[in-house]
């Protein structure tokens, strides 16, 4: 019984494919693939295509932003010299002004008219100060505020400590912020002399 084939033993004639079929078979894989390779070199054809796009946009972008910064820097350069022409031709005109108060004053023995004149000025002055934003601080009678103002000298008074009773220089704001403290003269309290006191009561005894 050596010769008996089992059902499960394979046939080796079963299992044998003729060549031409088997050559048959690789050559339908091999069309099947060329659209997938014609397809991923499509794609990447147009991902180049979009990537050139992306840096040519990038460049024009630059380039835009490169003009509109020299621009900003022009333009800042500009106002910085109108705006100095425009204080410097408020400042001719005060210059205007002293020139006529400096010949109304060789020619005139009037105190009264000079006075005038330098009220004139002094008005002109403070109008142009203030178009420029400029405020005077407020400060006689008032309390001191370290943040306004310099205490350069106290004096013994009746008033409450720190009531300012003299303003040695003014100062100034510009649009809400301090460009100079006001230096000036606060109050404190008086020292009561105990000794003059004591030889008061000595002498009454």
């Not at 033993?9 to 690789?26: F, G, L, R, T, V």
């Not at 002004?97 to 002055?125: D, K, M």
């Not at 220089?169 to 009561?192: E, I, T």
Request: proline share 3%; with cysteine; net charge negative.
């Amino acid at each position: 019984m050596a010769n008996h084939k089992t059902n499960n033993q394979a046939d080796p004639k079963s299992e044998y494919i003729p060549e031409e079929k088997s050559e048959a078979i690789d050559t339908a894989a091999q069309e099947e693939k060329v659209p997938e390779l014609e397809i991923l070199q499509q794609s990447l054809e147009e991902k180049k295509h979009q990537a050139a796009d992306y840096y040519d946009q990038l460049v024009r972008l630059k380039a835009e932003f490169d003009n509109f910064r020299k621009r900003s820097e022009r333009e800042k350069q500009n106002h910085l010299v109108w705006g100095k022409e425009e204080i410097l031709l408020k400042q001719i005109g005060l210059l205007d002004v002293l020139e006529q108060a400096a010949h109304s004053a060789s020619s005139c023995t009037n105190i009264e008219s000079i006075r005038t004149g330098l009220e004139l000025i002094t008005r002109e002055f403070a109008k142009i100060l203030s178009s420029e934003g400029i405020k005077e601080i407020e400060s006689m009678g008032g309390k001191l505020d370290p943040s306004l103002h310099e205490a350069v000298e106290q004096s013994e008074s009746t008033e409450p400590e720190g009531t300012i009773l003299g303003v040695m220089q003014k100062g100034y704001m510009l649009n809400g912020r301090v460009v100079r403290p006001a230096r000036v003269k606060v109050a404190k309290h008086a020292v009561k002399e105990t000794t003059d006191v004591n030889n008061e009561s000595e002498e009454n005894q």
